[in-house]
């Protein structure tokens, strides 16, 4: 099977601060890719490259056979990206941007408004259709920006921290959703910090730390690597760079 993303000796430096240290990985259809590591890793930056919002890094990234830095455009109508952060147009309605939003990848009129409409409902958002989103909470925000980011049924779908502000219920669902949309053969990158979410529905794992590889593989094979553990503890065990009992008695000691 030929891989969806190939990335090859990937490197990104801000001024004197190399975030990127050749990272090489290859993501195939089907494929729920964990990709975590400790804040200032560098996955941030990655998913940005892919989504070409960053151009001037070296080596060579490709989707679907396509490179990156002259198929720009291309790839970008594949992917859809759910950030961690992103404003909402507040003086639109959920109906109004997911239009908007559908414009932008040209989908036809009764196509979009029909998803949209299914979409919502299904969110729980059937009776918030045609409010202003000024008055929506963080959880019904992100619900809005789960669907913008599949709305055009891209093949790739990148989803940074999806989880923030859902409700449990939600949370379940978007698990489920996950499960089904790798099922039809969509490749999903998903960066999260929630250790216990990135275990169960991950069928693969990439632990970056200071902007290289550390760890590759399936959550069992990390496991048999590291010892009968959880996700939560292999991280730590592989980029901590202190004790957290030392850390926490450095923090308690501010109150003394």
Known sequence: M?????IRNLRKSYGDKEVLKGISLDVYPGQVLGYIGPNGAGKSTTVKILCGLISDYEGEVTVKGLDLKTNSLQIKSMIGYVPELAELYDVLTPVEFLQFCGSLYGLGAKTGNDRIEKMLAAFGLQNNMHQRMDSFSKGMRQKVLLASGILHNPDIIILDEPLSGLDANSVIIIKELISKLAKDGKTIFYCSHMMDVVEKVSDRIILIDNGTVIA?????ALQQQQGDTSLEQI????TAKNSFTNTADELMRAFD
Not at 2 to 6: D, N, T
Not at 216 to 220: A, M, N, P, Q
């Open 2 to 6: 030929e891989p969806v993303i190939s």
């Open 216 to 220: 590759d593989g399936s959550f069992e």
């Open 235 to 238: 991280f730590a065990n592989l």
